[in-house]
T-cell receptor
Framework: DQQVKQNSPSLSVQEGRISILNCDYT??????FLWYKKYPAEGPTFLIS?????DKNEDGRFTVFLNKSAKHLSLHIVPSQPGDSAVYFCAASAGQTGANNLFFGTGTRLTVIP | DGGITQSPKYLFRKEGQNVTLSCEQNLNHDAMYWYRQDPGQGLRLIYYSQIVNDFQKGDIAEGYSVSREKKESFPLTVTSAQKNPTAFYLCASSIPIGRGDQPQHFGDGTRLSIL
């Protein structure tokens, strides 16, 4: 059963506009959420994270929003650049339980059109 | 530079053959992980290790085996019992489990195919 879901397999955005990638989860024990970026034939690269005690975390052009009541998080990229074109994975863990195992979504392929 | 090295990048296996995928890290991380990625799917956990000489099964451990004799190394063996081994295999490491606020760092993966 998929505990972390990314319902949009792909997203296309014009360069300079905002990209919004969405992620939903079902396990209320998750308390730490991460976004990874992946290029073909490479491993995922950590992008940004957020703890469940926060509702927003920002790092440069990347902002992650967490809505715990809706069990939903989103990644905003502003402004989008062609180099942002990649597959983005959402992941979650129940870190406070003592396990650092990550549960991954199926990914969203972002294409930024120049 | 510190990082995770997976080798080989591409690997071919004959039917009924065991193969071992290498993963080495110089990040001084205690915890290491193996994931499998199939097309259109997320990463699924095969095995993880919190400390040397200890490892635990993940969600899809059947047909796989691991060892953790050194902190830096966490090799994965895909045995002949794994009926669908064709996939992209990713190794990761992190500081000790229990620190859920620390990200895992990934290698560049090994693509395994059946001849």
């Amino acid at each position: 059963d998929q505990q972390v879901k990314q319902n949009s397999p792909s997203l296309s955005v014009q360069e300079g506009r905002i990209s919004i990638l969405n992620c939903d989860y079902t396990n209320s024990m998750f308390d730490y959420f991460l976004w990874y970026k992946k290029y073909p034939a490479e491993g995922p690269t950590f992008l940004i994270s957020i703890s469940s005690i926060k509702d927003k975390n920002e790092d440069g052009r990347f902002t992650v929003f967490l809505n715990k009541s809706a069990k939903h998080l989103s990644l905003h990229i502003v402004p989008s650049q062609p180099g942002d074109s990649a597959v983005y994975f959402c992941a979650a863990s129940a870190g406070q339980t003592g396990a650092n195992n990550l549960f991954f979504g199926t990914g969203t392929r972002l294409t930024v059109i120049p | 530079d510190g990082g995770i090295t997976q080798s080989p990048k591409y690997l071919f296996r004959k039917e009924g053959q065991n193969v071992t995928l290498s993963c080495e890290q110089n990040l001084n991380h205690d915890a290491m992980y193996w994931y499998r990625q199939d097309p259109g799917q997320g990463l699924r956990l095969i095995y993880y290790s919190q400390i040397v000489n200890d490892f635990q099964k993940g969600d899809i451990a059947e047909g796989y085996s691991v060892s953790r004799e050194k902190k830096e190394s966490f090799p994965l063996t895909v045995t002949s019992a794994q009926k669908n081994p064709t996939a992209f295999y990713l190794c990761a490491s992190s500081i000790p489990i229990g620190r859920g606020d620390q990200p895992q760092h990934f290698g560049d993966g090994t693509r395994l195919s059946i001849l």
